[in-house]
Structure formats: C-alpha cells, structure tokens
C-alpha cells in the first residue's frame, strides 16, 4: 500500500493557521471515509500532515507519501480522480463539506484569534463542516470523536493565559480552564481529559501552583469533565451543579446533530462530591468565588463561576466563542435557558470583566452581550417560522441566522438544536 498516495486538504504555507495540527484535516477524511483509510493501513492520528510550501490555499503536501493534491478537486471528486481511487464512497458528503476549498480557511483569515483560538475555531469550523454528514445513527465513542477531531492529546501542549494575578486560562484539548492559584492551593474549572492531566499539572506547577484542590466542572460532557476520572481518585475535591453530577452518574447520548455521542457513566469516584442546586461560594485564594446556576441552558446543569476579586467569569459551554454554540436539547437544553443564562451572567458582571467561554479565546463583556443579541435573534426568527407551521427543514432554509454566518460559521447544527429546543417547549 506503500505507493497509495494520500489526499489532503487545501493550506498556506504564510497562513497563520500552519501552526494548528494538521492531523484534524486527515481526520476529516477519516469520516469521509473509515474503510478506505483502513484499506491503506493508514492511520491518520500518528501520520502528521506536513504543510506545503505553495503559497495557495489550494495544495497540501503529505509527508507519508509525498503526495499534493488540489483540493478543488474535492469538490467534483469521483473515484478515478482521487490519488488512491479510494476515497469516493462518501462522495457526496466530501463533495458538501469541501465544496469551498477555502472554506476553512477563508473562515479563520476573519478572526484575530490567538493559535489556540484559532484551533477551537478550527473545531467548531469542522464539526459545523460535518453537520449531516455522519448518519445520525452513528453512536460515537470517545475514540471515534478523537478520530474526528484529530484530538491528539500526545501532540496538544497546555497554553496558558494569564486574567488576573493568580487567574489564568488553560487551552488543551476539550473546554477552557480556569485555574486560581494562590495562598490557599489550587482550584480549577473544568478538566478536559486524563490524557491531558500530566501537561496540566506541569503546567499549574509552573506557575507555582500544587495539587489540584478543587475541580469544579461547569457541566457534565466529557469535554469538560473527562478529568475528573484522573482527579477523583487522586483525591481532587469535585464540584458541581446537583443535576451535573446525576448526569454523569449514568450513561448519556449526546445528540450533536452531526454525530451522536455516547457518553459512558462514570465511576463513582469520578462524580462530584460536593453538589450544590443554585448558589454555592468558594473563598479562597484572597477571592470570593460564586458558582451560579441559572436553569436548564445548554444542559440542565450549567454553572457560571464568578472570581469576583479577579472580575472574571467562566460559563461553560452556555457561552461558545469559537462559533454557534451547541444546546444538549435532547438532554434537557434549551435556547431560551441559554438566553436566560447569558443574561444573568451579564447582569452580574461590569465593563471591564474578563469572560471565559467553554471554547474560544477569553473576552470582554461586549462580546457576550452581542453573543445574547444573535441568540434573541434568530430565537425571534425561529419562533416566527415555527408559528408560521415551517418545519426543520423550513426554518433551515428560511436562513434565520444569515448576517451572523460569516462570524459564526456554519448554522446548521445550532439551528437543528434551537428549533428543537423551542418545539420541545412547546410539548
Ligand atoms: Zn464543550
Ligand atoms: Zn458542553
């Protein structure tokens, strides 16, 4: 198989995504298709995409094989077009999500993010790109997720941003941490992934923190709270809203539109110990913290954690900046939750607070404040075609989130979500 040549996906050398790993792009053509990967013995989690030196966006190089490909190729793709003659059998699906080959990047050139910014932009870019491109009957692992993301937690080092002195943000892998370190140890919110743990221990040791005291997990989806399988046992104390913690004492699917995700029960000694219902109060590191719960939002166990001596907050995945967020309505999510618990965050904070999404690079109020604009608005729209008797697919191409795509990326996913939300209210 060693003469199959490898296809790749369309990149500039200047660009300034070159430094985000390339390896999510071959992933994508593991979802395009398995088998046929399969049948190369190729496995592209350990093969590195190497990026071309052309100065287009349109060629990629492969340093298994040597290969370029023009990726507008992808569009009109048929199997004797391809390197391999492989590669067609999801054709279509390649066909739909390539069908710009600047897609990707021509969605990324807009925002001045930093790298890390840039690479949950990549994600959310990728899984918008794979909106209904997976049957939904696709029951996902964390393996195949890994595979679809490209995660590779070997490759992905902690980078850290400094809020406050003794506030900092971690971006890994999975959602965005916070980590207070000071006189009274070390409390962090969220936790990504076990795999992830060793570079986020080296990384608080140096910024002069220790053990891992508290872990407060916003909510229960194993992209913010997989840690804790590392962190229970290790005697971490584990936080989090009461409802967050039933979660993740079963086995849930989370139904993300693109793909289903089966998130495993955890063992006990991965569950929150300490749980609260609406209100709870840290006071530690010379700080107040206050954990808020405002209702069912993007689940139904969402904590918005307050440091209010250092004027910041972190929301969870209530709060998406790196594209349209995504609402757990088959688990109890809801658009107008979100609505209501963005605006109880806004309420809370000034002008000059430090905003912590689930993903994305850190903000300012401003920018939650505009994020709760769209969400009424296409909330609005949504509302007025559902009352109007248009279905999914209506409401889909009624285009309720135009004007907001080019910031936000593809609508899909977040309109499935939202109208489905807003339709379960009404049951
Ligand atoms: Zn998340
Ligand atoms: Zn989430």
Not at 19 to 26: G, L, Y
Not at 89 to 103: E, V
Not at 135 to 146: E, G, K
Not at 231 to 248: D, K, T
Request: glycine letters at 8%; charged letters at 20%.
């Amino acid at each position: 198989m060693a003469n199959i040549k490898h296809p790749c996906i369309p990149f500039q050398e200047d660009h300034p995504m070159r430094q985000v790993n390339f390896r999510m792009r071959a992933r994508r053509l593991a979802l395009i298709d398995r088998a046929a990967l399969n049948a190369w013995n190729c496995n592209p989690v350990k093969r590195s995409v190497n990026l071309a030196p052309q100065s287009t966006c349109q060629l990629v190089s492969c340093r298994v094989n040597k290969c370029t490909l023009d990726a507008r190729d992808f569009g009109s793709w048929q199997g004797a077009k391809t390197p391999c003659g492989r590669l067609h059998t999801r054709r279509s699906n390649a066909a739909k999500s390539l069908k710009d080959p600047q897609m990707m990047c021509g969605y990324l050139r807009d925002r001045t993010l930093g790298e890390s910014g840039m690479r949950k932009v990549a994600l959310a870019g990728l899984l918008a790109a794979l909106a209904g491109k997976v049957q939904a009957h696709d029951l996902m692992s964390l393996d195949d997720v890994m595979a679809a993301f490209g995660w590779d937690f070997k490759a992905t080092e902690i980078e850290a941003q400094k809020v406050a002195d003794g506030l900092h943000v971690f971006f890994g892998i999975g959602g965005n941490i916070a980590v207070s370190i000071g006189g009274d140890g070390v409390l962090i919110v969220d936790d990504q992934f076990p795999q992830m743990m060793p570079k986020i221990k080296a990384k608080i040791a140096e910024l002069g923190g220790g053990n891992i005291d508290f872990a407060v997990n916003t909510h229960w989806h194993f992209d913010h709270a997989e840690g804790n399988l590392a962190l229970g046992p290790e005697g971490s104390w584990l936080v989090a809203q009461a409802n967050s913690r039933a979660m993740m004492a079963k086995a849930n699917v989370i139904n993300l539109v693109a793909m289903r995700y089966a998130q495993q029960a955890y063992p006990q000694e991965a569950w929150p110990a300490i749980t609260f219902n609406d209100a709870m109060q840290f006071h530690f590191n010379d700080e107040q913290v206050d954990l808020l719960h405002f209702g069912p939002a993007h689940t139904t166990g969402d904590t918005a954690v307050f440091f209010r001596g250092s004027n910041a907050v972190h929301l969870g995945d209530v709060f998406n900046n790196a594209g349209y967020p995504f609402i757990d309505a088959d688990n109890g999510g809801t658009l107008d939750g979100m609505i209501r618990f963005c605006a109880a965050v806004l309420a809370e904070i000034d002008e000059n607070a430090t905003v912590i999404p689930g993903h994305g690079p850190v903000t300012d109020r401003q920018a939650l404040a505009d994020y709760i604009d769209m969400l009424q608005t296409v909330r609005g729209r949504i509302r007025s075609l559902m009352d109007a008797g248009a279905d999914l697919e209506a409401a889909l191409a009624a285009k309720p989130t135009a004007e907001f795509d080019e910031a936000y990326g593809d609508p899909a996913n977040f309109i499935n979500r939202a109208f489905t939300s807003l339709g379960k209210q009404e049951e």
